[in-house]
């Protein structure tokens, strides 16, 4: 078994930044070649991939988060971050941290349980 678990989140000012983490443990020998991915889910909304990363590094960024988030991976420490900076009332949300085992043939396989975001003023 795989887990997840986020931190880093909390409360922020439009305009500030916030760094999101996501520590993976248990059987995850093959971390370094698997996908991570971070999601987002207002209230009301759709769950949204908002970026995701290769084991080689190859990034991957929605269009709304492109230019002020920032995904990053340590292979070493098994860890995984989101940069968020100039953050908008719209970021506002729980974030999660997911892995894609490419070996299997589903998607997102294992999940964090989620950090809240809020933005306000």
């Known amino acids: 078994q795989v887990q997840l678990v986020e931190s880093g989140g909390g409360l922020v000012q439009p305009g500030g930044s916030l760094r999101l983490s996501c520590a993976a443990s248990?059987?995850?020998?093959?971390?370094?070649?698997?996908?991570m991915g971070w999601y987002r889910q207002a209230p009301g909304k759709q769950r949204e991939l908002v970026a995701a990363i290769t084991g080689s590094g190859n990034t991957n960024y929605a269009d709304s988060v492109k230019g002020r988030f920032t995904i990053s991976r340590d292979n070493t420490k098994r860890t995984v971050n989101l940069q968020m900076n100039s953050l908008k009332p719209e970021d506002a949300a729980v974030y999660y941290c997911?892995?894609?085992?490419?070996?299997?043939?589903?998607?997102?396989?294992?999940w964090g349980q989620g950090t809240q975001v809020t933005v306000f003023s």
């Open positions: 248990g059987s995850i020998l093959r971390f370094r070649f698997d996908t």
């Open positions: 997911s892995l894609d085992d490419l070996r299997t043939t589903t998607l997102w396989d294992y």
